[in-house]
């Protein structure tokens, strides 16, 4: 069969890909796009969305135990795991099928099926026992990433799960070992904790959710031990024995090495970016640690051929891809583009109490050699958290002494990760304190906190 031509082939319809596709469908390339899966990619099917599906019914089942807070009464109040998991998937289910609805609106030809690059501007796309290629000018990886397996901590699906196993879940776990205090660690632990399984976080570095300002993991682990979780941070799982209906973990810390038994064990130690089986060494693609070297507009120094999300490194985050995506398409499209800056790239944690960051922490800016003003908020001040039951939390933001810059903005406590978008679009239009406290925040508003947190670190707030 002869080749099919395309101005642009997208490897994986993740945020990255897909979105790479529309908007190079827009500017009028003629696109196609090899998904081996699903369209929607991981984020959308395993990752991102249905695990906040499982966390809305957990968080809807925390507050029904509340109820008499509120003046409300809500009795014999339970969970049914399976229609817990079943709506997620629905809610899964619903997106994936809009995004093949979008590829036909944009007219994007969708290859089902495994994707290789057997020389330069051809995919070949395999299907079963039938093999077809496709050719291209430009050709944009984003084939993401998958979790890490750590020997002898690898998931089996009964035991030990990995996160696919956790979000289709079918038992609940009564005790619960989850090793690693990430993003995806911590919101599994959230979940299963509030739905009563007794957790244990185990962490290696010295702090939970380590790539957080310190002052805001210790203020949510405060809340983790709160609410039950037994939090071990400098400690390695050095090894599982797994038994039937049991696992016994080796634990090591400073101390030595003791052991604990489970039922369950989520392994969340990190991920590793889909890059063999596609044939990109011998066309001569740098790969650094399972991830494609890149530079700004993330080319990869082969002609033609470019890598975004994942698969092209940190930060691992689905808005991340989805903008690599739109830049890569308007670079093909012969429009002027902007690289994207790490720095102005928000990170969100969905547990609760939840956690959101933009830009540099107070320690990262002190030493990148800043004189910093540093400002926090509590949610305790705050009308609107008081109303809603939720004061628990905090706000803080650090500025550069000299110039008034926002460098940085931490939160914890509820909906943050809905306000930190104020403080992305500050960073991206290069705002200074100034412009902040001009700013009329409206009331009663959580995101008040954001302004009186400005104020407070030049020595101006009006609630504390």
């Not at 991102?48 to 509120?70: D, N, Q």
């Not at 991206?428 to 400005?454: K, N, R």
Request: glycine share 12%; charged share 20%; with cysteine.
């Amino acid at each position: 069969m002869a080749a099919k031509s395309f101005d642009m082939i997208v490897i994986g319809a993740g945020p990255g890909g897909y979105v790479a596709a529309i908007r190079g469908a827009q500017l009028g390339l003629k696109v196609a796009v090899v998904e081996r899966e699903h369209l929607g990619g991981i984020c959308l099917n395993w990752g991102c969305i249905p695990t906040k599906a499982l966390l809305r019914s957990a968080e809807v089942f925390h507050l029904m135990h509340r109820a008499k807070e509120f003046g409300l009464s809500a009795e014999k109040v339970g969970f049914d795991l399976e229609a817990v998991v079943a709506r997620s998937r629905a809610v899964a289910k619903q997106l994936s099928g809009g995004i093949g609805h979008l590829m036909k609106k944009n007219k994007i030809a969708v290859f089902m099926g495994e994707a290789t690059l057997p020389r330069q501007g051809v995919v070949a796309v395999k299907s079963g026992d039938t093999v077809e290629e496709i050719t291209a000018k430009n050709i944009v990886l984003a084939t993401g990433a998958r979790a890490r397996q750590l020997p002898g901590l690898e998931a089996d699906g009964e035991l030990v799960w990995s996160y696919k196993h956790a979000l289709v879940a079918k038992r609940m776990p009564k005790k619960l070992l989850v090793i690693g205090s990430g993003a995806i660690g911590i919101e599994f632990a959230s979940f299963f904790n509030t739905l009563g399984a007794e957790t244990t976080v185990v962490e290696v570095l010295d702090r939970v959710l380590p790539v957080e300002d310190a002052e805001i993991s210790a203020f949510a682990k405060k809340q983790f031990v709160k609410q039950g979780m037994k939090i071990l941070e400098k400690t390695t799982v050095k090894q599982l024995d797994r038994s039937p209906g049991k696992v016994v973990a080796h634990l090591e810390d400073a101390k030595g090495v003791t052991t604990a038994e489970f039922d369950t064990v989520i392994s969340a130690v990190g991920i590793v970016g889909n890059v063999e089986g596609l044939g990109l060494e011998a066309l001569g693609v740098k790969i650094d640690r399972s991830h494609v070297v890149v530079d700004d507009f993330c080319r990869t120094g082969v002609a033609g051929l470019y890598a975004i999300g994942d698969i092209a490194g940190a930060p691992w985050l689905a808005h991340k891809a989805s903008h690599e995506g739109v830049m890569v398409a308007e670079l093909i499209a012969g429009k002027h583009a902007h690289p994207i800056k790490p720095g102005s790239i928000a990170g969100c944690t969905y547990c609760h109490p939840q956690v959101a960051s933009v830009g540099l922490t107070e320690a990262k800016a002190k030493e990148a050699g800043y004189a910093v003003k540093v400002g926090r908020f509590p949610f305790i001040g705050n009308g609107k958290a008081i109303a809603l039951g939720e004061a628990e939390g905090m706000v803080k933001t650090v500025f550069d002494a000299k110039t008034g810059e926002l460098l940085g903005a931490h939160m914890v406590g509820a909906e943050v990760t809905e306000m930190i978008q104020g403080y992305v679009i500050g960073r991206t239009l290069e705002t200074t304190e100034e412009d902040l406290m001009q700013t009329v925040f409206p009331h009663p508003t959580l995101s008040e906190m954001m302004h009186e947190s400005v104020l407070d670190a030049y020595g101006r707030a009006l609630h504390i």
